[in-house]
């Protein structure tokens, strides 16, 4: 049977990617992400930047893998969720191409293409997914015929909460890098452990580490104590999802698996329970189209009574525990 080739269209936030995929073979992935000097994300300019790259992000994309838009068998999309003018502008742009090349057009959860692409890649067959970028943190793994979260952060995402504090301590963003850095020559001092059933909260954990490096505690050990709390929260959670839904692989994913000590705690906890532990290599772990393309093929090759173009619209607060997932046997 030929294999189907699709491609996706990523931009629910500061990312427009074109990926390109041929069943598991990843065939191009291209991006161009919006940066600012200074200062956060002002989501019409995000947009802005979307639609004024995107023509060349799909060139790009088109070249790199030797293809016209002839080619393309399918075109997938992220539904959400994310921010609604980014998701928008990708959107009008998938719309525009699967009218004008008359091809089928699918619109992917965004949060379940991580988890597909990351399972892809490793080849794990049911694992628990440990999901730590900058805005998420949660724990999931796929139960009674859907994406359960297990847990999750009760308020900001590990990456974002690093970055806070690496602000207050001026390391410069993002700052889980030089934190994981500056680890390697500090200490133990106590934070809260921020545990509350099955999920976590990081806030507090920020607040009292900015206390301490107020009252002169070595920015040295807080990346230390940040690392080492943080992580173990998070490790236990995980390893407590594993035993609950019996399963035997967990993956990382997320521009948090980055760092070593992080993946070091998964690793020990898995092989403490013959359990198999794997990083998603990162150039997978962040927001790229590649994982909206594999995504979209699951999708339209699984999903019966697909919507028309005229009835597919993005949805900003799609959660993963919404989405069926007929392609999951
Ligand atoms: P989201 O997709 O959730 O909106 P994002 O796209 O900004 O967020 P990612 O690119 O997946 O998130 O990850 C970025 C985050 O990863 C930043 O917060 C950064 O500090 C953190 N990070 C990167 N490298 C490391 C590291 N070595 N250790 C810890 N954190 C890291």
Not at 98 to 118: F, R
Request: proline share 4%; net charge neutral; glycine share 10%.
């Amino acid at each position: 049977m030929k294999e189907l080739i699709c491609l996706g269209i990523e931009s629910t936030a500061h990312t427009l990617g074109v990926g390109i995929v041929k069943g598991k073979k990843i065939l191009a992935n291209e991006r161009s992400m919006y940066q600012t000097e200074e200062g956060g994300m002002i989501p019409s300019e995000v947009a802005e930047h979307h639609r004024k790259v995107k023509y060349d992000v799909l060139d790009k994309a088109l070249a790199t893998a030797k293809l016209s838009i002839e080619d393309i068998d399918v075109i997938s999309f992220s539904q959400g969720p994310g921010l609604a003018p980014s998701l928008a502008a990708g959107m009008e742009f998938a719309k525009e191409l699967a009218i004008k090349h008359k091809k089928p057009l699918v619109g992917v959860n965004h949060i379940c293409a991580h988890l597909e692409i990351g399972r892809m890649i490793t080849k794990a067959k049911d694992p628990v997914f440990v999901f730590v970028s900058g805005a998420n943190t949660q724990i999931i793994a796929h139960e009674g015929g859907k994406y359960r979260i297990f847990g999750e952060t009760l308020d900001i995402g590990l990456g974002n909460a690093l970055d806070k504090f690496g602000r207050i301590v001026g390391l410069g963003f993002p700052a889980g890098p030089k934190i994981e850095e500056l680890a390697k020559h500090g200490k133990l001092v106590e934070l809260p452990y921020a545990v509350k059933g099955m999920d976590v909260a990081f806030s507090g954990i920020i607040t009292k580490a900015e206390s301490l490096y107020k009252k002169g505690t070595k920015v040295e050990d807080l990346c230390f104590s940040l690392q080492e709390t943080c992580f173990a929260m998070l490790t236990e959670v995980t390893e407590r999802a594993m035993a609950h839904c019996q399963k035997h692989e967990a993956i990382l994913i997320g521009g948090v698996a980055a760092n070593k000590r992080f993946c070091q705690m998964l690793d020990d906890m898995c092989k403490s329970r013959d359990s198999k532990f794997s990083p998603v290599p990162l150039q997978y772990c962040g927001d790229q189209g590649a994982m909206i393309a594999w995504q979209g093929l699951l999708v339209y090759t699984s999903c019966k009574n697909l919507p028309s173009i005229e009835d597919i619209d993005f949805n900003p607060k799609w959660r993963v525990d919404e989405v069926d997932t007929p392609w999951i046997k």
